[in-house]
T-cell receptor, first 115, second 107 residues
Framework: NAGVTQTPKFRVLKTGQSMTLLCAQDMNHEYMYWYRQDPGMGLRLIHYSVGEGTTAKGEVPDGYNVSRLKKQNFLLGLESAAPSQTSVYFC??????????????FGPGTRLTVL | TQLLEQSPQFLSIQEGENLTVYCNSSSVFSSLQWYRQEPGEGPVLLVTVVTGGEVKKLKRLTFQFGDARKDSSLHITAAQPGDTGLYLCAGPNDMRFGAGTRLTVKP
């Protein structure tokens, strides 16, 4: 039982390059989330999903796209990276009852630097 | 939008001291969660408080939810170096986190 895994752990991009971050969970959770964490700003929600095939915008969605083609995977894409997207990215998943999300389980994070 | 403000932002204390950190909002929350995040790792849930006035204890950690469900506090008794980390409060229903209190406990 690996919980929530993220790949890659580290990445350096040049401005304008694209990349995809992969999140996988083996807990059969309905909800999945992508956050970014910047110094002094805590965790900010980028996008989330309430089930396979669904996605929704969070607090800071601009410049990012997501897909949830399989229940266990949640992909975060950067089409044209910008230095402002330098951050640590965390994926999380949670179960829930009657549409109310439960405890979030976080992955170890991806440290992204955009030059 | 329910904003969560945490204080203090940084706290450095000696082993054995007691401390309290706070999470405040102008909005009412149905529940609040506290997470701890260690360097290089993702946050891990410590507790969820649901009822106004509720007090929960987790070993040396005591969590309290305000009567009006707008604020919460975390008190640590006899802090140890293993308590070092970033403490985050969160409103689970809108997936919003506070900026956190970074605690350092020196041996």
């Amino acid at each position: 039982n690996a919980g929530v895994t993220q790949t890659p752990k580290f990445r350096v991009l040049k401005t304008g390059q694209s990349m995809t971050l992969l999140c996988a969970q083996d807990m059969n959770h309905e909800y999945m989330y992508w956050y970014r964490q910047d110094p002094g700003m805590g965790l900010r929600l980028i996008h989330y999903s309430v089930g396979e095939g669904t996605t929704a915008k969070g607090e800071v969605p601009d410049g990012y796209n997501v897909s949830r083609l399989k229940k266990q995977n949640f992909l975060l894409g950067l089409e044209s990276a910008a230095p402002s997207q330098t951050s640590v990215y965390f994926c999380a998943s949670s179960g829930g009852v009657a549409g109310v999300p439960d405890t979030q389980y976080f992955g170890p994070g991806t440290r992204l630097t955009v030059l | 939008t329910q904003l969560l403000e945490q204080s203090p932002q940084f706290l450095s204390i000696q082993e054995g001291e007691n401390l309290t950190v706070y999470c405040n909002s102008s909005s009412v929350f149905s529940s609040l969660q506290w997470y701890r995040q260690e360097p290089g790792e993702g946050p891990v849930l410590l507790v969820t408080v649901v009822t106004g006035g509720e007090v929960k204890k987790l070993k040396r950690l005591t969590f309290q939810f305000g009567d009006a469900r707008k604020d919460s506090s975390l008190h640590i008794t006899a802090a140890q170096p293993g308590d070092t980390g970033l403490y985050l409060c969160a409103g689970p229903n809108d997936m919003r986190f506070g900026a956190g209190t970074r605690l350092t406990v020196k041996p």
